[in-house]
Antibody, heavy 119, light 108 residues
Framework: QLQLQESGPGLVKPSETLSLTCTVS??????????WGWIRQPPGKGLEWIGS???????YYNPSLKSRVTISVDTSKNQFSLKLSSVTAADTAVYYC???????????WGQGTLVTVSS | EIVMTQSPATLSVSPGERATLSCRAS??????LAWYQQKPGQAPRLLIY???TRATGIPDRFSGSGSGTDFTLTISSLQSEDFAVYYC??????????FGGGTKVEIK
């Protein structure tokens, strides 16, 4: 059964770079036809898609965050990562990693990790 | 960007009753529409994809319908574990993937 697990610092200072890693178990991140990506949810608010990386390495970002986001993959570790630069308090959120396809939507999701931006 | 609008924001329903949740897209998304359930402190769980196909393990009291711009999630007989927030999401025109603002189903 495919499982995803986020990891990274829970506290980031304003203007710094948020870095998270998602470790995939129970399947290969190199499997064809899958997108791997990040979604976030500010406390008490709705869901926002950040971006995705295709198994081939192509990346797709939310235009609202594009200038600050980088998603990359490390196939040797079966991991993919998120970097979000120049963070502010507005970037405080639970960050989820997930796999999705244009057929079956977003499944599965990681459990999520809370990242707080504060000095 | 396709804007997804869910209504109502909050739905008060008694256990055993039927719940009907709506989702509207700002332009056609064909049948590329998914529904998710989220309980407090948990990640969203996929219920429906392709507008009407239940994900593996989802009870048949959950059903989805619609195409184009108007979609409905129906819970035929609400169980205690169904009280949660429900989100719709389109994956037809992207980036970006976009979500609705959510409907909270609460106990009446």
């Amino acid at each position: 059964q495919l499982q995803l697990q986020e990891s990274g610092p829970g506290l980031v200072k304003p203007s710094e770079t948020l870095s998270l890693t998602c470790t995939v178990s129970g399947g290969s991140i190199s499997s064809s036809s899958y997108y791997w990506g990040w979604i976030r949810q500010p406390p008490g608010k709705g869901l926002e898609w950040i971006g995705s990386i295709y198994y081939s390495g192509s990346t797709y970002y939310n235009p609202s965050l594009k200038s600050r986001v980088t998603i990359s993959v490390d196939t040797s570790k079966n991991q993919f990562s998120l970097k979000l630069s120049s963070v502010t308090a507005a970037d405080t959120a639970v960050y989820y990693c997930a796999r999705w396809t244009p057929v079956t939507a977003i499944l599965p999701w990681g459990q999520g990790t809370l990242v707080t931006v504060s000095s | 960007e396709i804007v997804m609008t869910q209504s109502p924001a909050t739905l008060s329903v008694s256990p055993g009753e039927r719940a009907t949740l709506s989702c509207r897209a700002s332009q056609s998304v064909s049948s590329n529409l998914a529904w998710y359930q989220q309980k407090p402190g948990q990640a969203p769980r996929l219920l429906i994809y392709g507008a009407s196909t239940r994900a593996t393990g989802i009870p048949d009291r959950f059903s989805g319908s619609g195409s184009g711009t108007d979609f409905t999630l129906t819970i035929s007989s609400l169980q205690s574990e169904d009280f949660a927030v429900y989100y719709c999401q389109q994956y037809n025109n992207w980036p970006p993937l976009t979500f609705g603002g959510g409907t909270k189903v609460e106990i009446k």
